[in-house]
């Protein structure tokens, strides 16, 4: 299968995906919004939340990177410029999600 192929599938699954896990964290913020600092701590030690929020994050970032990357393949002739980009964007789209994960679990 082409890379082009399977990015374009990834890009379809992560996105079929995210709309639920969104749907789902802005429901949950709709309602944690207007309580205390006890209730919204009790949000994220609720693992099922902590897992929710988790895979959200993981899959808002990885839908994002695969998004930017196609602009960088459609408007970056330089193809130096465009390893570097797509480069920095991945590693991005790696340290961002663990570092938030990292801190959730330390809640």
Request: cysteine-free; proline content about 2%.
């Amino acid at each position: 299968m082409l890379n082009a192929t399977k990015k374009w599938i990834f890009l379809k699954i992560s996105g079929a995906t995210l709309v639920p896990l969104m749907l789902w964290f802005i429901f949950n913020l709709i309602t944690i919004y207007d309580k205390d600092y006890a209730d919204f701590m009790n949000f994220f030690i609720n693992s099922k939340s902590k897992i929710l929020f988790m895979l959200f994050i993981i899959n808002a970032y990885f839908f994002s990177a695969l998004s930017i990357s196609e602009v960088f393949e459609d408007y970056i002739a330089n193809e130096k410029i465009k390893n570097v980009a797509n480069k920095l964007l991945y590693t991005s789209a790696v340290v961002i999600p663990l570092f938030t994960i990292i801190l959730i679990t330390k809640l």
